[in-house]
């Protein structure tokens, strides 16, 4: 257990998760002083018919619930105006978000200016700039979720926001809806969640309330990934991988973002990539490094990797490179299991190799490591190639 | 607007009806209990007499009313809370928890376990009428679906357990 000097740590979400965890809303509604819910999804998921069971949840409660079922992958500013206008004509105080991260980045706008005017949305852009706690919010997952949602960040177009009270008040994690249907994306999400949970387990802002929900996160994500890739209609599965999504979400939101987060961030916006599949092919790499050049914690990273068992059994000097070994072993099954739809290097992604620079520069700007580090990880990953040979 | 509508679900009459008529015959069965059987007995010595509680589903019912009276007799005082002064309210979060107890797939524990009960009143007595209510499920239910409702199934003497099911399912069926 590794206690630094001096930490901070914040997490208002509360969790309600399992089965039928969907009909605890009204009560979780009163509890948070809110009798009209908004219901933001997309077409897809009302299309599933996910809306409807939404919706059945709230029987015998009396409530009425507005639900909008238009937001795009992309939401923007246009679309937080229309939702405004609903939001406030119909006189609604509370948001529920059923679905991943666009819904969710809509739902954040949206509540920033329904507890304002709407003028505070460009304001409100940048880094903790809100100064007030917002209106009831719930994130209900559904479909693929990477934790971003239960994170204090959103961004919507040009404007990006970071702020612990755009965090949701509430999770509800319902086995009906965490189901996923799509290969390549429920990886990516996994990904997005095991890139995060990981740096911030061995991050420089490592301490036990984050170790809490990133060892729990990494641990779900390990034992159910696999499972879900191979049984897609897997409910136990999925469930776990969207509270291992939740958890991460709470444990990045307190850590700086780590050297996998803005090489992959910067490598998915240069080359219009999944930023999962991105941070999934440089997570062993950027970790090898931090933990050459930083000493970071990847000992103990064997633990929520591989279990107890495991752990157990590898001598002290051998975790670190044990679980790099893990890391990549992930990487290969990933490929396996999804017949190539998940690649194994930056080269598989057509990621043009001259184009490496300055996309380590642009991720330099945002990281202690500097961009000569970052440049080292993208070509190491771009051939395949730890920086020492795997085990 | 297109993408836009307004929506206020409707009841759910049959599982409604369904806890509504467990929670009625539960609670003539507790007043039954309460004569029959020395443990039920001994639990209501310890509250106070005219204590009164309810066992119901939020936001609207349906609800069960037990009370003690003034002569410490145990009572069903029906389904209706308005005018009434209740000292422990026992509620649960909703209508499908309700279901999942009542159906018997979740225990009483189990369910209190998974917060999906909130208790309004002293713990103590709450603790009492959850003892109560397992030992009313053991007389009411056969042992197979019994096991799935309470914590631990009791090791009841074989006079115990049928005289006292045929006199509590009688009392409970003619309401004395």
Avoid at chain 1, 27 to 55: C, Y
Avoid at chain 1, 351 to 360: C, D, F, G, R, W
Avoid at chain 2, 36 to 52: A, I, Q, S, Y
Avoid at chain 2, 54 to 73: A, D, E, F, H
Wanted: proline share 6%.
């Amino acid at each position: 257990m590794f206690l630094p000097a001096q930490y901070e740590f914040f997490c208002p979400v509360k969790t309600n998760s399992g089965n039928r965890a969907l009909e605890h809303l009204p009560v979780e509604l009163d509890a948070l002083n809110a009798r009209k819910p908004l219901i933001i999804t997309s077409k897809d998921l009302s299309g599933r018919g996910l809306a409807d069971v939404m919706a059945d949840a709230f029987k015998d409660s009396g409530l009425t619930l507005g639900i909008f079922d238009g937001t795009s992958p992309a939401p923007d500013l246009k679309l937080i105006r229309e939702l405004t206008k609903i939001y406030r004509h119909k006189g609604y105080d509370a948001i529920i978000a059923l679905g991943g991260g666009s819904v969710m980045d809509a739902a954040k706008a949206l509540n920033i200016v329904v507890s304002g005017r709407p003028e505070d949305l460009e304001r409100a852009a940048g880094e903790d700039r809100m100064m007030k706690p917002l209106k009831p919010l719930i994130w209900v997952p559904a479909g693929e979720a990477d934790g971003y949602e239960s994170s204090k960040y959103a961004t919507i177009g040009p404007l990006n926001f970071s702020s612990p009270y755009l965090m949701p008040h509430l999770v509800v994690l319902d086995p009906r809806m965490t189901i996923q249907e799509n290969i390549e994306k429920t990886a990516a999400s996994a990904l997005i969640v095991l890139t995060h949970a990981v740096e911030a387990y061995t991050g420089p802002a490592k301490n036990p309330m984050t170790d809490a929900y990133a060892y729990a996160a990494i641990a779900l994500i390990m034992t159910h990934l696999m499972d879900v890739m191979k049984i897609f209609q897997n409910e136990k599965g999925c469930l776990d991988l969207a509270n291992a999504a939740s958890m991460a979400g709470c444990a990045f939101s307190n850590s700086p973002k780590g050297l996998v987060h803005t090489l992959g961030s910067a490598l998915a916006l240069a080359c219009g990539l999944s930023p999962g599949l991105c941070m999934g092919i440089l997570l062993p790499y950027g970790l090898e490094y931090n933990t050459q050049k930083h000493g970071f914690h990847t000992l103990e990273l064997l633990m929520p990797l591989a279990g107890p068992d495991v752990y157990a059994g590898t001598a002290g000097s051998l975790r670190s490179r044990k679980a790099l070994d893990i890391l990549y072993d992930l990487q290969d099954k990933l490929v396996q299991a999804s017949g190539g739809m998940v690649p194994r290097k930056l080269a598989d992604m057509k990621v043009p190799k001259e184009k490496l620079t300055e996309i380590a520069q642009t991720a330099g700007g945002e990281n202690i490591t500097g961009w000569e580090g970052g440049l080292s990880v993208l070509e190491q990953a771009w051939q395949g190639k730890p920086a020492t040979p795997t085990s | 607007m297109g993408d836009f509508r307004e929506v206020t679900p409707g009841g759910n009459p049959l599982k409604r009806v369904y806890v509504a008529i467990m929670l009625w015959f539960v609670g003539r069965a507790i007043q039954a209990a309460a004569v029959v059987d020395d443990d039920v007995k001994k639990e209501f010595e310890n509250l106070p007499d005219g204590f009164t509680f309810s066992l119901g589903v939020m936001p609207n019912g349906p609800t069960m009313i037990v009370g003690k009276n003034r002569r410490g007799k145990v009572k069903y005082l029906g389904w209706n809370p308005k005018g009434r002064l209740i000292d422990l309210k026992m509620k649960i979060k909703n209508l499908e928890a309700a279901i999942l107890m009542f159906t018997f797939q979740e225990s009483t524990a189990v369910a209190n376990a998974r917060v999906r009960m909130i208790v309004d009143g002293e713990v103590p007595p709450a603790c009492a009428i959850v003892r109560v209510l397992d030992i009313v499920e053991v007389y009411l239910l056969a042992k197979i679906i019994a096991k799935l409702a309470v914590k631990r199934y009791p090791v009841w003497s074989f006079g115990r357990k049928w005289i006292g099911r045929t006199r509590i399912y009688f009392r409970a069926v003619l309401g004395y």
